[in-house]
């Protein structure tokens, strides 16, 4: 079962369908399949082989795209990383991941080279910079891939169980963890979710997210499944996501809730230029009561929330559920099976908020050279979310927090998103996080960061008034509020609460 199969299949049975669109290049199948070609092939000429790590650290470009499907075809393991990494970090993911060879931007020259000086399993000439590099030993995309055979690579036995990803948490709550992601996996992403977004092979997909993000693969998968096209964007920007949505007939888009909150709030945001959309995906972390109406009264019937764990459990809540269940995070995928249980873990009935636990087809391996986290995270082939939530009669999920999340106030649970919920319920607010801070008397007690609308709109202790005054009970009531121009975030897109957090706590390492 090996994804690099699919590309191939297309190229013999739909080989001028429009495969990939990135700014102003327009490839058909056949063509892409050419580009990936060249690069598997210099990979093979490099001496890399089934099982090598090819760390990419890549902005939305081709050259991404080429390298996640030039290495299915001969068994090499991507290891894609964030562009924001600098210095020890990225030291430090090079090296847990054995990387053999990196693909990287012409920035990441000089960072480069002091890497390979404390990475010893990577030489200078397995590292190769896009664009214009300069000398410094390093190989040249360009140079390398035209020099190379277009034709396929030579054929390498690949079986599901075969690692195709490395996929490195987004350190939200600590050090990042490497993901490890099979054939398999990945080709239950291509079938599991080409039919729950309702895809065809007429479908146009576009992604203007990060595409070294696993929610990426959401529709990644799908579109090299089924032939579709596949628009990606450098970035996320309101007018030119929604000016693309109209040129290309777009009908399927996977977005963080940061993005559909700046999608909602631009001047660019036009129901009907987006009115061919068939599926408007949300997933990387809960999107707001508030927002998601907002988006459903202006585009109805084509609202999906995914709750998931590149870890390896989802949940989806479908376009036909969310009229009854709108703040339900939706029901199991096919063939997987999840508890609520208590802290002994102990089973919960419904309606009782307790951790979630799942297990399915997509469940990973395990960490990468990590059995000691694997086996804290999955436990008797169960994986432990560390989130809290309830079902309902019906099956439904709700998410509640995070168990990290949650503030412990005076001794009684308090749940952020709760109070999230009220907040940006203001008309001034466009978005909000709320976290723990130290308290001498309640051990600690919530503080809202929020970012406006428009700046001044209102001060910080006006807003705090006004949400003390809602919040069900005392102890949701905020200490104070913060006025920020914008969260900390990853490359996800998700909000890190951690970031914000750390300075009231510094010190004091239990809430870290």
Known sequence: MNIGSLLPRHVQHRPDHTAVVFESCRLTFREFNQRVNRLANALLTMGLKKGDKVATILPNCLSLLETYWGAAKIGAVVVPLSPLLRDRALTTLIRDSDTHSVIAGPDFAEPLISVQKEVHQLSRDHIILTGNSPSAGFQNYDQLTKAASEGEPPYTEISGDDPYNIIYSSGTTGLPKGIVLTHYIRAVYCMLFASTWRMTPESVVLHAGSIVFNGSFLTLMPWMYLGTTYIL????????????????????????????????????????????????????????????????????????????????????????????????????????????????????????????????????????????????????????????????????????????????????????????????????????????????????TPLAAVILREPRSITAEELCVWINERVDAKNQRVQSVVIMEEFPRSTAGKTLKRTMREPYWAGRNEKL
């Open 233 to 444: 964007q450098k970035s996320f920007e309101a007018r030119a996501f929604v000016e693309a949505v109209e040129r290309e007939r777009v009908t399927h888009v996977m977005m963080v809730p940061s993005q559909i909150v700046g999608l909602l709030n631009s001047p660019y945001f036009s129901a009907d230029a987006l009115k061919l959309l068939e599926m408007i995906g949300t997933v990387g972390a809960p999107l707001h009561a508030e927002h998601k109406e907002k988006l459903n009264r202006a585009l109805p019937d084509r609202f999906y929330e995914l709750y998931g764990l590149t870890e390896g459990f989802m949940t989806v809540l479908d376009k036909t559920h969310y009229a009854s269940k709108p703040t339900s995070v939706g029901l199991v995928q096919p063939f997987f099976e999840m508890r609520i249980i208590d802290e002994h873990g102990k089973e919960l009935p419904p309606g009782e908020i307790g951790e979630i636990i799942g297990r399915g087809p997509a469940l990973m391996p395990g960490y990468y050279k990590r059995p000691d986290l694997t086996a804290q995270a999955i436990v008797d082939g169960w994986l432990h979310t560390g989130d809290l939530g309830y079902v309902d009669e019906d099956g439904f999920l709700y998410l509640v927090d995070r168990k990290k999340d949650m503030i412990i106030s005076g001794g009684v649970n308090v749940f952020p998103r709760d109070i999230e919920e009220i907040i940006v319920q203001h008309p001034c607010v466009a978005e909000a996080a709320v976290f723990g801070v130290p308290h001498e008397k309640w051990g600690e």
